[in-house]
């Protein structure tokens, strides 16, 4: 059975060979700053769920610029410029923004919460029924190391 999760470019392809583990809408003000979107989509996958088949194609830089040594780094092919997922240093999870990284996001379930909202945000607070967090749901437990 193949991955209805793949993504990337040309160049590098990323398949998913499980479900995520985290799937939010995310308000923080980095997705914000990277993505230029108001909410962004967000898949967490554990480490080794999300597979990569050129991983030498992949250019590496801090995910949020105020925190260049923070555990997240954003992943573009070095060919095209697209971005292909973030990868965590610590080697817990691989994460997918389905609408910007060559992903079907219609393939992905919805998110089904909303994460680091707070009401410095300048918007009201989202009201669709999912619940609202200040940061990731309370139950989510951060996977160990796959190192």
């Known amino acids: 059975m193949s991955s209805p999760y793949k993504g990337g470019c040309e160049h590098v392809h990323v398949t998913a060979k499980a479900e995520p583990i985290d799937n939010h809408e995310c308000h923080c003000n980095v997705c914000k700053s990277v993505t230029g979107q108001h909410t962004t989509h967000v898949a967490f996958f554990n480490y080794g769920d999300l597979a990569v088949d050129h991983p030498e ?5 801090p995910f949020n610029a105020d925190n260049p040594g923070g555990p997240l780094e954003l992943c573009t ?20 923004v389905p609408n910007v990284m060559g992903y079907d996001d219609a393939a992905f379930p919805g998110a089904s919460y909303h994460a680091f909202w707070d009401e410095t945000k300048g918007y009201d607070k989202p009201s669709d029924g999912r619940p609202v ?3 990731l749901r309370p139950d989510f437990s ?5 190192a």
């Open 142 to 146: 951060w996977p160990a190391s796959a």
């Open 77 to 96: 092919c070095t060919e095209c410029g697209a971005p292909l997922m973030l990868d965590d240093k610590q080697k817990r999870i691989r994460v997918a």
């Open 57 to 61: 194609k992949m250019k590496r830089q």
């Open 133 to 135: 967090y200040e940061g």
